[in-house]
């Protein structure tokens, strides 16, 4: 017994150069696999991450917008005050009575709100009559539309004073550029429940 376990011993051999270096390339190569996957893994993580939190950002300005656009023009007292005191393509001024005392110019609640979009700075701010506050970021594009009775545009902005009064819905377009150059836009129409 001891015989054969002698032989044995001779008999094995360890691993050629070739052969440690044919493990060492697989190796390699199953790790670069693996690294590639976990960096292109993160890559997606992140984008989706960056594109989901611009969405939530829009959807809420959005959300609070619409509130306030939709509150326009509310005159319980019906004391005559333009619904709109600015109304252009990227800038909107409405006007709402909302504790009843037959003007429009308290802040709390705000009953005077301006929403504009800096295109350069890429910016939405809003303005309750504190000062401008920015509520959105890194915009490409922030736009109002206006439409009539009718449902047809009213195109020559800004629009004057008996356009501002024809205004019975809004369309609010965000757009944003996620980080991996993908445009995400938002969209909405708001009407006017108060005309």
């Given at each position: 017994m001891?015989?054969?376990i002698?032989?044995?011993?001779?008999?094995?051999?360890?691993?050629t150069?070739?052969?440690l270096?044919i493990?060492?390339?697989?190796?390699?190569v199953?790790?670069?696999?693996?690294?590639?996957?976990?960096v292109?893994s993160r890559?997606?993580?992140?984008?989706?991450?960056?594109?989901?939190?611009?969405?939530?950002?829009m959807?809420?300005?959005?959300?609070?917008l619409?509130a306030e656009?939709?509150?326009?023009?509310?005159?319980p007292?019906?004391?005559?005050?333009?619904t709109?005191?600015?109304?252009?393509?990227?800038l909107?001024?409405?006007?709402?009575?909302?504790?009843?005392?037959?003007d429009?110019?308290?802040n709390n609640?705000?009953?005077t709100?301006t929403?504009s979009f800096d295109?350069?700075?890429?910016e939405?701010?809003?303005?309750?009559?504190?000062?401008?506050?920015v509520v959105?970021?890194?915009?490409?594009?922030a736009?109002f539309?206006?439409?009539?009775?009718?449902?047809?545009?009213?195109?020559?902005?800004p629009l004057?004073?008996?356009?501002?009064?024809?205004?019975?819905?809004?369309?609010?377009?965000?757009?944003?550029?996620?980080?991996?150059g993908e445009?995400v836009?938002?969209?909405?129409?708001?009407?006017?429940?108060?005309?």
């Amino acid at each position: 017994m001891n015989r054969n376990i002698a032989a044995w011993i001779r008999e094995r051999r360890g691993m050629t150069l070739v052969e440690l270096m044919i493990a060492v390339a697989v190796f390699g190569v199953l790790m670069g696999v693996v690294m590639g996957f976990m960096v292109q893994s993160r890559r997606s993580y992140s984008e989706t991450r960056d594109r989901a939190q611009i969405q939530q950002s829009m959807r809420a300005v959005l959300s609070l917008l619409t509130a306030e656009i939709r509150s326009a023009g509310c005159d319980p007292l019906s004391a005559g005050f333009d619904t709109f005191g600015i109304a252009n393509a990227t800038l909107l001024q409405a006007r709402m009575d909302l504790n009843g005392d037959a003007d429009f110019t308290d802040n709390n609640p705000d009953e005077t709100v301006t929403y504009s979009f800096d295109a350069g700075a890429g910016e939405l701010s809003r303005d309750d009559g504190s000062g401008a506050q920015v509520v959105l970021r890194n915009l490409t594009n922030a736009a109002f539309t206006y439409f009539d009775q009718n449902d047809a545009p009213l195109a020559a902005v800004p629009l004057n004073a008996t356009d501002r009064a024809r205004v019975r819905t809004v369309r609010v377009q965000l757009q944003a550029e996620a980080a991996d150059g993908e445009q995400v836009t938002y969209e909405t129409r708001i009407a006017l429940r108060n005309i």
